[in-house]
């Protein structure tokens, strides 16, 4: 697991560069090349949401098939616990969540451990080239 503490900045962000011996890993977004059961029929829909949307994510290139089967265990509880109506249980909950953030699913916890996915470009995200900023000049009257 990562550091404690809060979450580090990416490192587009950072403004000092020291060295800090660790290696940042950049990855893009895209599914891992394990295979990945469908959701079990009698889960939750939030927990079949949870789980697919596990399989898409960036982190999933670097999973096992260890973190598979820990995410179907995850999703199991998950499903219980939001099954369970009136008697939703904290400490089921807590334990939902650490095993979440050890399968790297939020932001924090990927910067955390020095993972950062990045989106390719599409191209309407393209940055505006030079002759946009002519273009302004001209309207401008400059």
Not at 69 to 98: D, I, K, P
Not at 112 to 118: F, P
């Amino acid at each position: 697991m990562g550091a404690r503490g809060p979450v580090p900045k990416r490192s587009a962000e950072r403004r000092r560069r020291n060295k800090d011996g660790a290696e940042l890993v950049h990855a893009t977004s895209a599914p891992g090349l394990v295979e990945w059961p469908d959701p079990d029929a009698s889960w939750h829909a939030i927990a079949c949401d949870w789980y697919r949307s596990l399989a898409a994510s960036g982190q999933a290139q670097f999973y096992e098939p260890s973190d598979v089967a820990t995410a179907r265990y995850v999703a199991e509880a998950m499903s219980r616990n939001l099954a369970a109506g009136q008697r939703f249980s904290a400490q089921l909950f807590a334990a939902v969540s650490s095993a979440m953030t050890e399968l790297l699913t939020t932001e924090g916890a990927r910067r955390r451990v020095r993972i950062e996915l990045e989106r390719a470009p599409t191209e309407q995200e393209t940055p505006a080239g030079v002759t946009a900023i002519a273009a302004y000049r001209a309207a401008l009257g400059a």
